[in-house]
């Protein structure tokens, strides 16, 4: 089989013209310096897949960390180097970041079935990698510029729509590539191969997800709730029991399904109004996914996903904070409520609570009031200030806070919309708080 071909033509008219400037300097250093260079994994797979990518990983058939510093001198930017790991970022001035790694013969072991003759290092680089769309790689260097190399059958797995590993020890070896075998089938719609399917059954039967750090799952969590399409993505850990081996109270019921459905479109809704800020996925997810744990269990979730000490805190707090509105929301009526009383119970509730609260309610008018508090309420603020009560002679003291919040509820119920109609009402208060006996207030 043909294992290089010139995409050349391809490349030229895919990558934004700065990019491919970029490439042609990055191969011409390499001839430069003697070293093959290709550009390998994601961005080689998505120029294929007609998908814009602009993380670039390049691999030197050479000493990368020299490479890197060439570029960055040449270019203009800076590099941070690993020496342990022979890997280099350069971050070029636009920002632009390139990682550059040495092709690695020694990674894992020749598996014996391997002809000797054949190897080079760029095949036992790519060899190690995750699945054959990850493990293409593009010649960069003059004269060669634009041959794809494709030791693994890639390009017939995409156009079959298939992801499948270089090997049986694929997952053994590093079991968060389950994750991410399913967070790419459902990027881009294609299968888990057959073969590669019944490596992960086993892998979970042999609970390598037991051993797998928390850390690591989080990561690959979080890289999955940032998909376009996460909820597939956990509709597939859990058809083929992954969520329950993370942990066995992560079960995505139907009613879980249900409101982490409302919670993306509730989301999307969001961030289509504003840009900033923005709700955390994975937490608004893991809320979706740990609804319905009692208190005293989640400990065990937050702990199996290695939170850190302060995440665990404010993950526990919102939760309770949520209960709580649910509860306070339960006995808000439209007709008699004060809209006031909806903001001071979303006021203290961080972005991702307010959004799972609009998720979770059934009740119409809730919903509706919780996204007329995210688009205008929460926004309102009154027209006195601090400065204004010292005007009228009033005391600083802690009756500036009753007032102000007063006089804030009052302007969001429309009770008193101008300045004029705020400021009576600050008189009127303080009178009011004055006859009460406010001994730590005087006016004049
Ligand atoms: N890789 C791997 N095993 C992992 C993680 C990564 O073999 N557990 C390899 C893959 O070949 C991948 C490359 O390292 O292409 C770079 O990893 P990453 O940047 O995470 O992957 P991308 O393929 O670029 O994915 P994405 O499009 O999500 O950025």
Aim: with cysteine; charged share 30%; net charge positive.
């Amino acid at each position: 089989r043909r294992r290089e071909r010139n995409i050349g033509p391809m490349v030229g008219n895919r990558l934004p013209k700065k990019m491919l400037a970029l490439l042609k300097t990055a191969g011409e250093l390499g001839r430069d310096m003697g070293w093959e260079i290709y550009a390998v994994g994601g961005f080689v797979r998505d120029i294929l897949l007609g998908r814009p990518n602009s993380d670039l990983d390049l691999v030197v058939e050479g000493d990368a960390i020299a490479y890197a510093r060439r570029m960055a001198d040449l270019l203009g930017g800076r590099i941070k180097a690993h020496v342990k790991f022979k890997t280099a970022v350069v971050i070029l001035a636009d920002g632009q970041r390139v990682d550059v790694a040495t092709a690695r013969l020694e990674y894992y072991e020749y598996p014996a079935a391997m002809p000797t003759v054949e190897l080079s290092s760029i095949k036992m680089d790519l060899y190690r990698r995750d699945f054959t769309i990850n493990a293409l790689a593009l010649r960069i260097n003059p004269g060669r510029f634009g041959q794809l190399v494709d030791f693994f059958g890639a390009e017939q797995d995409m156009k079959n729509k298939v992801i499948r590993v270089l090997h049986s020890l694929s997952f053994v070896e590093d079991p968060t590539r389950i994750l991410r075998a399913i967070r790419f089938e459902r990027r881009f719609d294609f299968q888990i191969g057959g073969q590669t399917l019944r490596l992960i059954k086993n892998a979970l039967s042999l609970d390598l997800f037991s051993k797998l750090s928390g850390t690591r799952i989080l990561h690959e969590l979080q890289l999955i709730m940032v998909e376009e399409n996460p909820l597939a993505c956990l509709n597939r850990m859990q058809e083929l029991g992954i969520l329950e081996a993370i942990h066995p109270l992560l079960k995505l019921s139907g009613e879980r399904m249900q409101v982490l459905m409302e919670l993306v479109k509730v989301n999307n809704w969001y961030k289509l109004l504003y840009q900033k800020p923005e709700a955390e996925p994975w937490k608004l997810h893991l809320l979706g996914l740990t609804m319905g744990i009692k208190r005293d269990q989640i400990g065990q979730i937050t702990s199996r996903l290695r939170l850190t000490a302060r995440e665990e805190r404010d993950f526990i707090l919102l939760r309770d904070q949520i209960g709580e509105a649910l509860m306070k929301l339960m006995s808000w009526r439209e007709d008699r409520s004060r809209l006031s009383r909806l903001c001071a119970i979303l006021r203290p509730i961080p972005l991702e609570g307010v959004l799972f609260l609009m998720a979770r309610s059934k009740k119409e008018h809730i919903r509706r009031n919780i996204s007329q508090y995210l688009n205008r309420l929460r926004d309102i603020t009154s027209d006195v200030t601090g400065d204004d009560l010292k005007t009228l002679g009033i005391r600083p003291g802690p009756a500036y806070t009753t007032i102000l919040a007063r006089v804030l509820d009052a302007k969001i119920d429309g009770r008193a919309t101008s300045r004029e109609d705020q400021l009576r009402l600050v008189e009127r208060l303080w009178r009011t708080m004055q006859r009460r006996g406010g001994a730590q207030c005087e006016g004049t």
